[in-house]
């Protein structure tokens, strides 16, 4: 099938003179396809939108044009921006950075994951963060350079050696499906193909199965037959994460999280009267920082602290309420000197509290509706620039079990898509990709079939989720399967306390098939299993 759409297309361009120009397209199509297992029917519906890209291909200014000859354009162009920084607070030369973006023009509605890379060219410099956005923006190339120029310089960047430090360097990787050479800029950015550091976050922004067709003409930009894909693996690829110099972040606080190192353990700490597993048992603040204390002695990495219930059928309480319960634990909670290295996150699913919490020392805040159920979280999680933990759910805790909301034909598909859809949002409302965490919400909106099948698949739920962002799929993913009723209900156990057992073979489930975060009431035993899990994983990642 391949060989023969290639030899037509051959065939029905090559009097265009453009067929050097879209091989690429059909090549990088049918690769993906084949990495997809698509069917014939698939591959001739992507074969046909091919052709139409490549006749839009020929009446567009698609060929090489000089920048004296380019004016402002009169729709928005889709562009890709690489960041860098090495010196200075680099996560704020980030933040600001996308601030100022924004406020130029620059619509930004997709990120790259956040990479910390060794210096090229010139090596005697501290270590680089690097990322790439994709948005769209009314300025013309110029003067989107020129901003650009005027942002590095407002957050402190001056001339220079060339590869040396900066505290911002700001790229045009890819601007609409234009080429463009002049003294003063290139497009595409002349050396992305050598560079990792670049390619790595500028994959991100594409999605295995794209059917875009600006991502069709940015890859036939590539000398490669399998556009940017190819590239990329051409440096290494995924196998060079981890080594070379090149790995994934995520900043919570001053500090950059590498979560492929070990799983990491969050303590559940409930203050609420009403949980399924130990209601009532922590709600006042002494037990509360006592708990805090034995879930950090026994190596907790992360403290969760939750003051409302989201169990089938919970009274959901107001903002208000939930800080009544939360605040005073929480206050007393910063005062022991045992979280001074540990994280804190809090459960809730109220802008308000989140605000509140992060505002006295909470690192990291935990939705479990992704977003949904109190919209203006999203933007004040961005606001913050605290790490986000999204879950699929569907409705709320008090229908999320009935009927329509338990319907799936594909529980691992679905899932996948909805959080992309939660993700999407979230990147739109200004919380970057490499601040998201993902959680496939064990127990919430699911039967006991359904958590079955998504512990059992984790990693056809990063592939289902790369088909449409390849940044989210690198997301680092948790699951929370502890004391949960399902496993009561296989194990015949209707007392949650005694689930330990069973939950720790749900976690090594899931840290086998790829979380890197288990969410647990028992830390001491759940540590123990993820200790031989990730031993069995560094085991066969040698073998």
């Given at each position: 099938?391949?060989?023969?759409?290639?030899?037509?297309?051959?065939?029905?361009?090559?009097?265009?003179?453009i067929?050097?120009?879209?091989?690429?397209?059909?090549?990088?199509r049918?690769?993906q396809l084949?990495?997809?297992?698509?069917?014939?029917?698939s591959?001739?519906?992507?074969?046909s939108?091919c052709?139409?890209?490549?006749?839009?291909?020929?009446?567009?200014?698609?060929?090489?044009?000089?920048?004296?000859?380019?004016?402002?354009?009169?729709?928005?162009?889709?562009?890709?921006?690489?960041?860098?920084?090495?010196?200075?607070?680099?996560?704020?030369?980030?933040?600001e950075?996308?601030?100022?973006?924004?406020?130029?023009?620059?619509q930004?509605?997709?990120?790259?994951c956040?990479?910390?890379s060794?210096?090229a060219?010139v090596?005697?410099?501290?270590?680089?963060?690097?990322s790439a956005?994709?948005?769209?923006?009314?300025?013309?190339?110029?003067?989107?350079?020129?901003?650009?120029?005027?942002?590095?310089?407002?957050?402190?960047?001056?001339?220079?050696?060339?590869?040396?430090?900066?505290?911002?360097?700001?790229?045009?990787?890819?601007?609409?499906?234009?080429?463009?050479?002049?003294?003063i800029?290139?497009?595409?950015?002349?050396?992305?193909?050598?560079r990792?550091?670049?390619?790595?976050?500028?994959?991100?922004?594409?999605?295995?199965?794209?059917?875009?067709?600006?991502?069709?003409?940015?890859?036939?930009?590539?000398s490669?037959?399998?556009?940017?894909?190819?590239?990329?693996?051409?440096?290494g690829?995924?196998t060079?994460?981890?080594?070379?110099?090149?790995?994934?972040?995520?900043?919570?606080?001053?500090q950059?999280?590498d979560?492929?190192?070990k799983t990491h353990?969050?303590?559940?700490?409930n203050?609420?009267?009403?949980?399924?597993?130990?209601?009532?048992?922590?709600?006042e603040?002494?037990?509360?920082?006592?708990?805090?204390?034995?879930?950090?002695?026994?190596?907790?990495?992360?403290v969760?602290i939750?003051?409302?219930?989201?169990?089938?059928?919970a009274?959901?309480?107001?903002?208000?309420e939930?800080?009544q319960?939360?605040?005073?634990?929480?206050?007393?909670?910063?005062?022991?000197p045992?979280v001074e290295?540990?994280l804190?996150?809090?459960?809730?699913?109220?802008?308000?509290?989140?605000?509140?919490?992060?505002?006295?020392?909470?690192?990291?805040?935990?939705?479990?509706?992704?977003?949904?159920?109190?919209?203006?979280?999203?933007?004040?999680?961005?606001?913050?620039?605290?790490?986000?933990?999204?879950?699929?759910?569907?409705?709320?805790?008090?229908?999320?079990?009935?009927?329509?909301?338990?319907?799936?034909?594909?529980?691992?598909e679905?899932?996948?898509?909805?959080?992309?859809?939660?993700?999407?949002?979230?990147?739109?409302?200004?919380i970057?990709?490499?601040?998201?965490?993902?959680?496939?919400?064990?127990?919430f909106?699911?039967?006991?079939?359904?958590?079955?099948?998504?512990?059992?698949?984790?990693?056809?739920?990063?592939?289902?989720?790369?088909?449409?962002?390849?940044?989210?799929?690198?997301?680092?993913?948790?699951v929370?399967?502890?004391?949960?009723?399902?496993?009561?209900?296989?194990?015949?156990?209707?007392?949650?306390?005694?689930?330990?057992?069973?939950?720790?073979?749900?976690?090594?489930?899931?840290?086998?098939?790829?979380?890197?975060?288990v969410?647990?009431h028992?830390?001491?035993?759940?540590?123990d299993?993820?200790?031989?899990?990730?031993?069995?994983?560094?085991?066969?990642?040698?073998?």
């Amino acid at each position: 099938m391949r060989s023969s759409c290639v030899l037509e297309s051959r065939t029905l361009f090559c009097h265009m003179g453009i067929f050097d120009r879209i091989h690429p397209i059909f090549t990088l199509r049918f690769t993906q396809l084949q990495h997809l297992n698509a069917s014939t029917e698939s591959k001739s519906r992507i074969f046909s939108r091919c052709l139409s890209q490549c006749r839009l291909m020929q009446q567009s200014s698609y060929s090489s044009v000089s920048m004296s000859s380019v004016q402002a354009p009169s729709l928005n162009q889709e562009v890709v921006i690489a960041l860098g920084s090495n010196v200075g607070d680099r996560i704020k030369n980030f933040n600001e950075a996308l601030q100022l973006m924004k406020k130029s023009g620059i619509q930004i509605s997709r990120h790259g994951c956040l990479y910390e890379s060794e210096p090229a060219y010139v090596t005697d410099q501290p270590r680089f963060l690097n990322s790439a956005v994709r948005g769209t923006t009314g300025l013309g190339p110029v003067e989107l350079l020129k901003v650009l120029k005027q942002i590095e310089k407002q957050l402190g960047r001056t001339d220079g050696i060339r590869y040396g430090p900066r505290p911002i360097d700001l790229d045009i990787i890819f601007y609409g499906s234009h080429k463009f050479e002049s003294d003063i800029l290139t497009i595409p950015h002349e050396r992305i193909w050598e560079r990792p550091f670049v390619l790595a976050p500028l994959i991100d922004l594409l999605g295995m199965a794209s059917s875009d067709d600006t991502e069709s003409i940015w890859n036939s930009f590539s000398s490669c037959n399998g556009g940017l894909f190819e590239a990329w693996q051409k440096v290494g690829g995924e196998t060079s994460i981890g080594r070379e110099g090149l790995r994934r972040v995520l900043p919570i606080g001053s500090q950059l999280w590498d979560w492929s190192k070990k799983t990491h353990i969050m303590g559940i700490l409930n203050l609420t009267p009403d949980s399924f597993s130990d209601g009532g048992k922590f709600h006042e603040v002494a037990s509360a920082v006592s708990h805090t204390k034995k879930l950090i002695l026994e190596g907790a990495d992360i403290v969760d602290i939750g003051a409302q219930s989201t169990r089938p059928f919970a009274r959901r309480l107001s903002a208000g309420e939930e800080l009544q319960r939360l605040v005073p634990v929480l206050d007393a909670i910063m005062q022991i000197p045992e979280v001074e290295s540990k994280l804190l996150s809090v459960d809730t699913f109220y802008a308000e509290v989140a605000y509140e919490a992060v505002k006295r020392g909470v690192h990291i805040v935990n939705d479990v509706s992704g977003g949904q159920l109190d919209p203006d979280i999203l933007t004040v999680v961005g606001e913050l620039e605290v790490p986000f933990i999204m879950m699929h759910m569907r409705g709320d805790p008090c229908t999320m079990q009935r009927e329509g909301n338990l319907h799936y034909e594909d529980v691992c598909e679905q899932v996948a898509s909805e959080l992309c859809a939660r993700v999407s949002e979230a990147e739109l409302s200004g919380i970057p990709l490499w601040r998201i965490i993902l959680d496939p919400g064990i127990g919430f909106a699911k039967t006991t079939e359904h958590n079955l099948e998504i512990l059992m698949n984790l990693p056809s739920i990063r592939k289902e989720i790369a088909k449409r962002s390849l940044a989210a799929s690198h997301a680092p993913l948790l699951v929370g399967p502890s004391r949960k009723r399902f496993l009561g209900d296989i194990c015949g156990k209707a007392n949650a306390a005694e689930r330990d057992p069973a939950t720790i073979a749900a976690t090594s489930a899931g840290i086998l098939g790829g979380s890197n975060i288990v969410r647990v009431h028992n830390v001491k035993d759940n540590l123990d299993a993820a200790k031989i899990c990730d031993a069995l994983l560094r085991r066969k990642n040698i073998t």
